[in-house]
């Protein structure tokens, strides 16, 4: 009909030798979708980073509740059979060392206030620093390490199940001073936590099995020399767990084991890019 509507912003159809004239229907350009245009928009590095967060702050509760869940009750016999089985087994090996190091730490001026700071603070700021590294700077492979650092807290709280474990401050005659009761709770304000905690998850230990996941990532996905200096970092743990009495060194040798089975399981389940792919490649 030769009318000019909206739906037709280029005027009526041509006619033979005349050519087809846009005519401007409003003051400002129109919009375009992405469809029409062909482009891809980037994706908001916020979002993707706040539903990380997000799932990871959830999955954490539900860690945290599955610990309490599978805790002994008192008096928690098990727990210290458990405990007499692990000391044994160091002093067969000549390598039941926990009460001397901790004498030997506590004797160093400062010694006692840094492992104690340590073990209090590095445990939530290791796995924060980590993962933001990774969400900024090998993001293709956060799907994978994610799912590995999951996995090996889903079989870490099978294993408290099956083993409950009293740790070293708790056992009577060993003259071990838990140093970090107080600093756990903050002054008292996060002592409301306590009746949650679940006191015999000792073995495996995770806060030396999670910076071993740490350190292989780091040296996997770096390519300088130094990578190298990050495995001071799970042997530090492994120093500050055994003075603070909260573990045996036995219970980091659990730890590290639980993250390699859990990179098997990971690996053969999840088809993502492995981050030891990047060390292949250089």
Do not use: C
């Not at 000391?87 to 000549?94: F, K, V, Y």
């Not at 009293?166 to 600093?183: E, H, S, V």
């Not at 084991?257 to 990179?263: D, Q, S, T």
Request: charged share 15%; no cysteine.
């Amino acid at each position: 009909n030769g009318l000019l509507t909206l739906s037709d912003p280029l005027g009526p159809p041509e006619r033979p030798g005349v050519p087809r004239v846009p005519r401007k229907l409003l003051p400002w350009r129109p919009v375009r979708s992405a469809v029409q245009t062909g482009e891809v928009r980037p994706r908001v590095w916020w979002w993707d980073l706040a539903r990380f967060v997000l799932a990871f702050l959830v999955l954490m509760f539900v860690y945290e509740l599955a610990r309490d869940f599978v805790s002994v009750g008192e008096p928690a016999a098990r727990a210290y059979d458990h405990a007499d089985q692990v000391i044994s087994a160091e002093r067969s090996l000549g390598l039941f060392v926990e009460p001397d190091l901790q004498g030997a730490i506590h004797a160093i001026p400062g010694g006692r206030f840094a492992t104690t700071w340590f073990y209090t603070v590095a445990y939530v700021a290791g796995y924060s620093v980590f993962f933001l590294w990774v969400f900024f700077r090998h993001r293709r492979h956060m799907a994978f390490l994610h799912t590995w650092y999951w996995v090996t807290n889903g079989l870490a709280v099978l294993v408290y199940w099956l083993y409950p474990l009293a740790p070293p401050r708790f056992i009577p005659g060993l003259g071990l001073q838990d140093t970090t009761k107080a600093a756990l709770e903050l002054g008292g304000s996060l002592s409301w936590f306590e009746p949650f905690r679940n006191l015999y998850a000792a073995m495996p230990s995770m806060h030396v099995g999670q910076t071993v996941l740490y350190a292989l990532s780091v040296t996997w996905l770096l390519r300088t020399r130094r990578r190298w200096f990050v495995w001071l970092w799970p042997a530090m743990m492994l120093l500050t767990v055994m003075v603070t009495a909260n573990h045996y060194w036995l219970d980091g040798i659990g730890g590290t084991g639980v993250v390699l089975l859990a990179l098997a399981i990971t690996s053969l389940v999840l088809r993502r890019p492995a981050p030891w792919k990047a060390l292949q490649a250089r």
